[in-house]
């Protein structure tokens, strides 16, 4: 370390320098070394609290934007699942036809496979036989026709299947236990979700499709399953409200 | 380890976890430390206080710390942090105390009151009456000059050291260091004999 020239002033004086030389210096006390340790230790102790303090802003924006996320994710999921076909005859059970759907899929899980693609059903084939095993419970059994999953409300309105395919601009007759397309609009909602004439119309949202089924109006997506000659096809098929 | 080895040796050996090293190193700078807050603050619970805190920024920073700048600056320029953020507060705090309010006409009571103006003042002033004159006057600098002129004049460090531990240009520095020797000058021009 160099050391500072402390010289007189011109006239004689003595520099600042000097006068700032005279000042006496001070010592840390003697204990000072251990009051450090013991200040590094308790900063230590309160780190973890520190992090809290420092991020609890961010952690509670967080926390929130995942229960919004969350709330509007099941609500969405849960809307998605209501579905809204009654059957005035024979409403199924939703439980019944998952259970059934549930079945098929493990009987098909524990067969062991020789050749997958013979032994492997499509996903519409599994479906298709799903929705067909699946028992049916008759108005008669449940008293009145009401809304599956049970979130529609029963003063919904209904419409007859005829009616309800022609919103989405498919014109069906009931022929040989199917509705069958007789004739649709290009431009469409079935049109361009790629329904063609001929195709039987077996089920709309997983629920097979009688000739006096009654669909609740008012919901825009549904999903229809659709048979044609040597396959089966699950459609989406947006139809206005 | 013995107190031969550099700071650097040693903060290299407390990174390691040898907390006698870091030990020797606050043993070392320990006393400059409090000496220059002392001057800085005036009042020496806090430069004890703020020297302390120093080491415990120094140690839980010491991953962070190379050795390209001298180990003396960098505890320097963490002190002189401390002790401006210090003053800083003390400013707002005089700024909303109620005293301050009904102090009609005298200002800052830390500012120095000019000297005696009468010929045979310097004679009568003791010794300690003279030493706490100037420590009134440096402690009364403006915050700007201060640091530099006690780094320079009672810490005795270079022009290069200060440049670094105040993180300002060489020019800067001879310069504040001028002014401030310059208003000091002003203030204890009855104890310059």
Redesign the interface.
């Known amino acids: ?4 020239e402390k010289s007189f ?1 011109q006239d004689g ?5 000097m ?11 003697g204990d ?2 251990s ?3 013991a ?2 230790a308790a ?1 230590r102790e309160t780190s973890i609290p520190n992090f809290w303090s420092r991020y609890r802003v961010h952690i509670s924006t967080a926390a929130l934007t995942l229960v919004i996320a969350s709330t509007v994710f099941i609500s969405l999921r849960k809307e998605a699942s209501d579905v809204v076909v009654t059957t005035k005859d024979s409403p199924m059970q939703a439980s019944d036809d998952r259970a059934a759907l549930n079945q098929v899929t493990e009987s098909t899980a524990s067969t062991t496979p020789t050749n997958l693609s013979e032994s492997r059903p499509n996903r519409s084939t599994v479906q298709e036989e799903a929705l067909r095993n699946a028992p049916v419970t008759s108005a008669a059994d449940s008293g009145v026709a009401r809304p599956q999953f049970g979130t529609r409300p029963e003063s919904s309105e209904t419409v007859g299947v005829s009616e309800f395919l022609s919103n989405a601009g498919v014109e069906c007759v009931f022929e040989n236990g199917l509705w069958t397309v007789k004739s649709l609009k290009r431009d469409s909602a079935a049109g361009k979700a790629g329904i063609k004439v001929g195709d039987g119309i077996q089920a709309v949202e997983g629920m097979i499709l009688a000739k006096d089924t009654r669909i609740v109006t008012g919901q825009d997506l549904r999903i229809m399953l659709v048979k044609r000659p040597g396959e089966e096809k699950l459609l989406s098929v947006k139809i206005g409200k | 380890m013995s107190s031969e080895y550099s700071d650097n040796e040693l903060i290299e050996a407390a990174k390691g976890g040898d907390e006698d090293a870091f030990g020797q190193i606050m043993t070392r700078y320990r006393d400059p430390l409090t000496n220059y807050l002392f001057r800085m603050l005036g009042d020496y619970e806090e430069a004890v206080d703020l020297a302390q805190e120093s080491f415990v920024r120094v140690y839980f920073a010491l991953g962070r710390y190379t050795t390209d700048f001298a180990f003396s600056t960098y505890i320097y320029r963490i002190a002189t942090n401390l002790a401006i953020s210090e003053i800083r507060k003390r400013k707002r705090r005089q700024l909303f105390s109620l005293t301050a309010m009904f102090d009609f006409g005298d200002g800052d009571k830390k500012d120095f009151e000019p000297a005696d103006s009468r010929p045979d003042a310097a004679e009568d002033v003791s010794a300690d009456e003279q030493s706490m004159m100037i420590a009134k006057a440096v402690a009364s600098l403006p915050e700007k000059y201060r640091a530099p002129v006690i780094l320079r004049d009672i810490q005795e460090l270079s022009y290069e050291e200060i440049s670094e531990a105040l993180g300002l240009g060489m020019g800067t520095i001879k310069s504040r260091i001028s002014r401030g020797r310059s208003i000091l000058r002003e203030k204890l021009e009855r104890y310059l004999k």
């Open positions: 370390m160099i050391k500072p002033n004086t003595e520099s600042t320098e006068l700032l030389a005279k000042l006496e210096k001070v010592s840390a006390p000072f070394n009051k450090v340790r200040r590094i900063t």
